[in-house]
């Protein structure tokens, strides 16, 4: 499956920004979908996972209540609605996708095997 991700941009501290990933060449809905995201100098980190069907979501401790993941199985499309932003969301954030169909969620980069090219977020303080 080949992901595009898109909606990065510069935005001010407090401000909101929705990000989009595109899926093509696959079956959606064989995948659980992850978003991640790396800071200059950092590892990547997990920042929130949604089930194939979208009934099961989890996050980070640092985006929850923040940040919101959905996905629109008709679209093929998982979603990162982001609000409150603050300067150090600021990175790439990468969509993934993770054909394990069973157990909890991951938050383990290892787990998911297909990735985006990353869409660059900017939170300015």
């Known amino acids: 499956v080949q992901l595009q991700a898109s909606g990065g941009g510069l935005v001010q501290a407090g401000g909101s920004l929705r990000l989009s990933c595109a899926a093509s060449?696959?079956?959606?809905?064989?995948?659980?979908m992850g978003w991640f995201r790396q800071a200059p100098g950092k590892e990547r980190e997990f920042v929130a996972g949604?089930?194939?069907?979208?009934?099961?979501?989890t996050y980070a401790d640092s985006v929850k209540g923040r940040f919101t993941i959905s996905r629109d199985n008709t679209k093929n499309t998982v979603y990162l609605q982001m609000y409150g932003l603050k300067p150090e969301d600021t990175a790439v954030y990468y969509c993934?996708?993770?054909?394990?169909?069973?157990?909890?969620?991951?938050?383990?980069?290892?787990?998911?095997?297909?990735w985006g090219q990353g869409t660059l977020v900017t939170v300015s303080s």
């Open positions: 060449g696959g079956t959606f809905t064989s995948y659980r």
């Open positions: 949604i089930s194939a069907r979208g009934g099961t979501t």
């Open positions: 993934a996708a993770d054909p394990t169909l069973r157990g909890v969620l991951s938050d383990r980069a290892s787990t998911y095997n297909y």
